[in-house]
T-cell receptor, first 110, second 116 residues
Framework: DAKTTQPTSMDCAEGRAANLPCNHS???????VYWYRQIHSQGPQYIIH???NNETNEMASLIITEDRKSSTLILPHATLRDTAVYYC???????????FGTGTRLQVTL | GAVVSQHPSWVICKSGTSVKIECRSL??????MFWYRQFPKQSLMLMAT?????????EQGVEKDKFLINHASLTLSTLTVTSAHPEDSSFYIC????????????FGPGTRLTVL
């Protein structure tokens, strides 16, 4: 699976949009971009995934650049409960194992 | 979404004893379960992949005789840390996959093991 690069940490004010970037310049044509998050002392939680089109669900939006070499996860109105480590993973999405990088620690503040 | 539970949520044991952690998929059958370990302020590290009815596949560097994994049914996998030592103290997280896609992989709440 392709490697990803994310900033170590980010801050965001509550109520504002949180934009979390991810670089995946070596992504293959059959690899999806997945986002998970892990709130402190809990298991990871799936957020969203996409191949090349932008995606939106009840939790977040995913914007993938046209060349697919980078993406941005958008939390439109961040709350304190969104404070977590966010992991960007590129993966074929099939039955093989899921491994995590270091992620971005997002701190949402008042 | 689907629910994965772990028991216990935390455990403290003496050095040299064995500890068993259970992982259950509550409302679905999972042919594949995964065990991860996470040390403080570090990312999750995959330990092993467990398939129902067959031997687990361990990641490089993970001692299979120390971390015994049993996946006897489609809803239960167990991880036994044998002869635990303080360096085994960690957050252990299991995950179960409902279908072929990663978006069908659900994680348990984790078990915090402290070895004295």
């Amino acid at each position: 699976d392709a490697k990803t690069t994310q900033p170590t940490s980010m801050d965001c004010a509550e109520g504002r949009a949180a934009n979390l970037p991810c670089n995946h310049s070596t992504i293959s044509g059959n690899e999806y971009v997945y986002w998970y998050r892990q709130i402190h002392s809990q298991g990871p939680q799936y957020i969203i995934h996409g191949l090349k089109n932008n995606e939106t669900n009840e939790m977040a939006s995913l914007i993938i650049t046209e060349d697919r070499k980078s993406s941005t996860l958008i939390l439109p109105h961040a709350t304190l409960r969104d404070t977590a480590v966010y992991y960007c993973i590129v993966h074929t999405g099939t039955a093989s194992k899921l491994t995590f990088g270091t992620g971005t620690r997002l701190q949402v503040t008042l | 979404g689907a629910v994965v539970s772990q028991h216990p949520s935390w455990v403290i044991c003496k050095s040299g004893t064995s500890v068993k952690i259970e992982c259950r998929s509550l409302d679905f059958q999972a042919t594949t379960m995964f065990w991860y370990r996470q040390f403080p302020k570090q990312s999750l590290m995959l330990m092993a992949t467990s398939n129902e009815g067959s031997k687990a596949t361990y990641e490089q560097g993970v001692e299979k005789d120390k971390f015994l994994i049993n996946h006897a049914s489609l809803t239960l996998s167990t991880l036994t840390v044998t002869s635990a030592h303080p360096e085994d103290s960690s957050f252990y997280i299991c995950s179960a996959r409902l279908g072929p896609g990663l978006d069908t992989q659900y994680f348990g709440p984790g078990t915090r093991l402290t070895v004295l």
